[in-house]
T-cell receptor
Framework: GDSVTQMEGPVTLSEEAFLTINCTYTATGYPSLFWYVQYPGEGLQLLLKATKADDKGSNKGFEATYRKETTSFHLEKGSVQVSDSAVYFCALSDAGNNRKLIWGLGTSLAVNP | ETGVTQSPTHLIKTRGQQVTLRCSSQSGHNTVSWYQQALGQGPQFIFQYYREEENGRGNFPPRFSGLQFPNYSSELNVNALELDDSALYLC????????????FGPGTRLLVL
């Protein structure tokens, strides 16, 4: 079945450092890909998405490119801030009519001042 | 525009009891999905409701049941609670069946003792 694999955390960075969180997927068909963020004590917020190969999703300085050839959707940010500290989840929506989301385990990011 | 709301925010139950969790979808959304997020894990799809009918179900036993009302709000019921049911329960709404993007509520944290 479809699955998502994320790099394990926790990831600890200094403010203004470059961030990469790796995400690869296995899917039949052509899923849409998502990054969601979960701040401490809160629910999940959509960060960005891409719906087809070579699409780039971007939001709040974060970017991810849908790479069909490597089945990847890595999250990047050029300069992280303390306020970016959160858990980041990579997900795909399956090809069924309910488009249920299949999730990675999440990667915890801590940014120190 | 009102986002997805869930109630209650926290709940403590004992093993064997029953629980009902509630979700109000975002304005204009007719599809609601429920997910279970165990501590340190990614969410797992429980089921989806579209126009008051179940539209897909994940790998959860029948003691997990749901309902959707004509105003598109939804309930998740869990009977015969087990310790492993302790988790964050997330509700997500989307614009229509098959819509790619789901918007999440803050979740209900259930603790089963």
């Amino acid at each position: 079945g479809d699955s998502v694999t994320q790099m394990e955390g926790p990831v600890t960075l200094s403010e203004e450092a470059f961030l990469t969180i790796n995400c690869t997927y296995t899917a039949t068909g052509y899923p849409s890909l998502f990054w969601y963020v979960q701040y401490p004590g809160e629910g999940l917020q959509l960060l960005l998405k891409a719906t087809k190969a070579d699409d780039k999703g971007s939001n709040k300085g974060f970017e991810a490119t849908y790479r069909k050839e490597t089945t990847s959707f890595h999250l990047e940010k050029g300069s992280v801030q303390v306020s970016d500290s959160a858990v980041y989840f990579c997900a795909l929506s399956d090809a069924g009519n309910n488009r249920k989301l299949i999730w990675g385990l999440g990667t915890s990011l801590a940014v120190n001042p | 525009e009102t986002g997805v709301t869930q109630s209650p925010t926290h709940l403590i139950k004992t093993r064997g009891q029953q629980v009902t969790l509630r979700c109000s979808s975002q304005s204009g959304h007719n599809t609601v999905s429920w997910y279970q997020q165990a501590l340190g894990q990614g969410p797992q799809f429980i089921f989806q409701y579209y126009r008051e009918e179940e539209n897909g179900r994940g790998n959860f036993p029948p003691r997990f049941s749901g309902l959707q009302f004509p105003n598109y709000s939804s309930e998740l019921n869990v009977n015969a609670l087990e310790l492993d049911d302790s988790a964050l329960y997330l509700c997500a709404s989307s614009l229509a069946q098959g819509a790619e993007t789901q918007y999440f509520g803050p979740g209900t944290r259930l603790l089963v003792l």
